[in-house]
């Protein structure tokens, strides 16, 4: 196993930059995943997009730069797993045989070990996710990136040549969507297209009964998506059975197959693929 050494760059500048660019270049579509605020859920639609778009056929890579906060290992089901080293650099954990992931986590040996790392250091550790992880061809790379706008979805954004996109998740209520409204503005001060807006955790849906109930209000993603001028990718419904298939490492797309936020993933799914086609 070789974890990954963040280190001071060995190489030049301009070679890092040609051995990045030559990674990304086998890389279709890449879209960072984006929140104004934690607590939104965004690494659970990160998550479940990602293993939507992998069971539609395509060759899809998670990478996962909340340092400080890395969950993608246990909801994927593969936390304890760890990097490996090959010829063609670090190979990412291996989630389904068209999914590969990335994480802080995957280069630590204990799980309780904080992260304690000013911003330079954290823009060499995401730097070494996208040059030397080996990613090989794909057509989807996502990249959950913390809450905020921040360093690290900076240095992703700056990092990555042609980002297909940004993807940002919100709750419904007032509080969750001033903050998404910033994150959109940031991507535009980057030029970075704007796939959509997610409303997540939009009403409750009752696991006896069936019956939604709207605890943190319901539309307020849809409302700032029209006047933005931006799209509206779909609603998410909030279901008790998510947090327990997340916290089993279960993918909720492939658990619950004919569950309501499923089909929302979905719709999700053919949303993003029409618009960056």
């Known amino acids: 196993m070789k974890p990954i050494q963040i280190t001071e760059p060995n190489k030049k500048e301009e070679d890092q930059d040609k051995e990045l660019k030559n990674r990304m270049s086998r890389i279709k579509h890449k879209i960072i995943v984006m929140s104004g605020k934690g607590g939104v859920g965004k690494t659970s639609v990160s998550v479940n997009l990602s293993y939507a778009l992998a069971l539609t056929g395509r060759e899809v890579g998670l990478v996962d730069i909340d340092l400080h906060g890395p969950n993608i290992a246990k909801m994927l089901g593969v936390e304890g797993q760890g990097f490996t080293g090959s010829d063609n650099g670090i190979e990412p954990v ?6 590969k992931a990335a994480s802080i986590s995957f280069a630590t040996a204990n799980p309780d070990m904080p992260i304690i790392w000013r911003g330079p250091l954290k823009m060499s550790a995401i730097r070494q996710f996208l040059e030397e992880i080996n990613w090989g061809d794909l057509d989807y790379l996502v990249v959950d990136s913390p809450p ?16 297909s996109g940004a993807i940002i998740v919100t709750t419904p209520q007032d509080v969750s969507i001033l903050d998404a409204r910033k994150s959109v503005f940031f991507a535009r001060q980057l030029k970075i297209p704007v796939i959509g807006i997610i409303e997540n955790m939009s009403g409750f849906v009752c696991p006896h009964c069936g019956k939604e109930t709207p605890i943190f209000k319901k539309g307020g993603g849809e409302k700032a998506a029209k006047d933005l001028g931006v799209p509206f990718l779909g609603r998410i419904p909030f279901e008790t059975a998510m947090v327990e298939m997340a916290d089993k490492g279960l993918p909720f797309v492939q658990s619950r197959k004919d569950a309501p936020s499923t089909a929302a993933f979905q719709e999700i799914v053919r949303h993003i693929v029409t618009f960056v086609a």
């Open 94 to 99: 291996r989630v389904l045989p068209n999914l």
């Open 148 to 163: 905020g706008t921040g360093d690290e979805p900076l240095s992703a954004c700056q990092l990555i040549p042609e980002v």
